[in-house]
């Protein structure tokens, strides 16, 4: 089965500071990929990131790295230099090349202080 | 260029009556999913279409539950005899294969069951 825990409810940050969000997964499949959406009030669901299980180096866009850990079975979201507009749920969610579907964790919200 | 669109936005409807929502995914997309997540819960997969392959319908959550793909493009989800149980937000998304390319999602239609 696949599986994807994301453990923190909540996080609260300042603005410019970093923050982690956890992601923990399980599978079988020795080929997957890892994803993080940002789901703003506004409801759409917007692609961050994203690391194949075969990649070498974790993956980076912008703001946003993937705090990937193969062994810990761990995908770990970094936003640095956080900003207001930050502020929304954080999803964390892994497909297979056996299920194509995404399969996604409940989420964290994050919430970016002055 | 386009994103995935969704219509309607809304939809209230009476308990018992059959609503249809629809999707238009990204041009070029061959990959087409739909999603739902309900007050309070994760993204929860529904079903999907590749090109002209028979669709994964593993997460249809009833048989009042359909959907169809015309021409390889445009989604129709039908919920016949709707219940409360159903209302929630309905996503569509779009992707160029099964390999593993980001989804991506369209605005969501909010269905309330009365």
């Known amino acids: ?17 970093a923050v982690t969000l ?5 599978t079988s499949d020795p080929s997957y990929g890892l994803f993080w959406y940002k789901q ?36 770990n979201l970094v936003i640095s230099a956080s900003q207001l507009g930050d502020s929304a ?17 409940t989420g ?3 919430l970016v202080s002055p | 260029g386009a994103g995935v669109s969704q ?17 238009d995914p990204i041009s070029g997309h061959t990959a087409l999913y739909w999603y739902r997540q309900s007050l ?4 929860e997969f529904l079903i999907y279409f590749q090109g002209n392959s028979a669709p994964d319908k593993s997460g249809l959550p009833s048989d009042r539950f359909s959907a169809e793909r015309t021409g390889g493009s445009v989604s ?13 937000v309905y996503l569509c998304a779009s992707s160029f294969t099964t390999s593993n390319y980001e989804q991506y999602f369209g605005p969501g239609t909010r269905l309330t069951v009365t």
Request: glycine share 8%; charged share 25%.
């Open chain 1, 89 to 105: 749920m954080y999803f964390c969610a892994m497909r297979t090349t056996g299920f194509q579907k995404l399969v996604f964790g």
């Open chain 1, 108 to 110: 964290t919200r994050l």
């Open chain 2, 40 to 43: 309070g819960q994760g993204l």
């Open chain 2, 76 to 88: 129709t989800l039908t919920i016949q005899r709707t219940q409360q149980e159903d209302s929630a």
């Open chain 1, 40 to 75: 703003p009030s506004s409801g759409e669901m917007i692609f961050l990131i994203y690391q194949g299980s075969y990649d070498q180096q974790n993956a980076t866009e912008g703001r946003y790295s993937l705090n990937f850990q193969k062994a810990r079975k761990s995908a």
């Open chain 1, 1 to 17: 089965a696949q599986k994807i825990t994301q453990t923190q409810p909540g996080m609260f940050v300042q603005e410019k500071e």
């Open chain 1, 22 to 26: 956890d992601c923990t997964y399980d």
């Open chain 2, 7 to 23: 219509s309607p936005s809304n939809k209230v409807t009476e308990k018992g009556k059959d609503v249809e929502l629809r999707c």
